[in-house]
């Protein structure tokens, strides 16, 4: 069974763990500095522990009112298909709905998954990133 913890968890997280999981998942390699950066500064986190290791994770930002920003949603590969990604999902929707529309940048394998519980895709959704971003963005098939 996956034990969750919230944000006021933060000073206790090991950061380099958090990466390592982060980079198995498939979300890519991250600086451990700002990684730590992001989740400090995100309105909602999510750390899921068994056994007392680190297993599962997801941070969004929020305006508390119409809409949140999912982002970082990840399970250790070898904890997948354990239920741990629905314990954390519903989790994580029972947090943030009632503070409006929920958005998620998704790999493009997992749309599905995210589909599950209700997210549905954008036929408007853009971004703006620098020309580097951008390129590395289209290569992987996130951009037209």
């Given amino acids: 069974m996956m034990i969750l913890e919230g944000k006021e968890t933060l000073d206790s997280i090991d950061w380099q763990a958090l990466a390592e999981l982060i980079a198995a998942s498939g979300l890519g390699q991250r600086d451990v500095q700002l990684l730590e950066q992001a989740f400090r500064c995100s309105t909602f986190c999510w750390f899921g522990y068994e056994n007392g290791q680190l297993v599962a994770v997801a941070r ?85």
């Fill in 60 to 144: 969004a930002i929020s305006d508390l009112t119409w809409c949140s920003y999912l982002a970082d949603v990840a399970v250790a590969p070898h904890h997948q298909g354990l239920g741990y990604g629905r314990q954390l999902m519903q989790a994580i929707c029972n947090q943030l709905l009632p503070h409006g529309k929920i958005f998620i940048y998704s790999v493009i394998d997992k749309t599905g998954f995210y589909q599950r519980y209700g997210f549905e895709l954008l036929t408007t959704g853009m971004v703006c990133a620098s020309e580097e971003s951008l390129f590395s963005l289209r290569q992987q098939g996130y951009v037209l």
